[in-house]
């Protein structure tokens, strides 16, 4: 069973740049698509960005051109680079093993713990 330690987060002006981790044990990120979702307060939680074990990439709309995923698998782990960071990207952060296909990006059952990040006007 795949587990996943986040790490990274934080306070921010807007502007401002943060970079979150996700180290997994259990399961390889070089042979799993990963991707990192958030939630903000009552809202539901959706996908922020995925990659694939090819390293093909996917992201929401309001983050293109801002963030980036990436992915060290000498490391095991998968990292989230946000850049230009607006107030309303505040929101817990999450990431998962997904499953990548054509249309959808569905996450598993065992999320990591969750990185609170918050960006200040």
């Known amino acids: 069973q795949v587990q996943l330690v986040q790490s990274g987060g934080g306070l921010v002006q807007a502007g401002g740049s943060l970079r979150l981790s996700c180290a997994a044990s259990?399961?390889?990120?070089?042979?799993?698509?990963m991707g990192w979702y958030r939630q903000a307060p009552g809202k539901q939680r959706g996908l922020v960005a995925a990659?694939?074990?090819?390293?093909?990439?996917r992201y929401a709309d309001s983050v293109k051109g801002r963030f980036t995923i990436s992915r060290d698998n000498a490391k095991n782990t998968v990292y989230l680079q946000m850049n230009s960071l607006k107030p309303e990207d505040t929101a817990a952060y999450y990431c998962?093993?997904?499953?990548?296909?054509?249309?959808?990006?569905?996450?598993?059952?065992?999320w990591g713990q969750g990185t609170q990040v918050t960006v200040s006007s």
């Open positions: 990659i694939t074990s090819g390293g093909s990439t």
């Open positions: 998962n093993v997904v499953v990548f296909t054509e249309t959808f990006t569905i996450p598993g059952p065992n």
């Open positions: 259990g399961s390889s990120v070089s042979s799993n698509a």
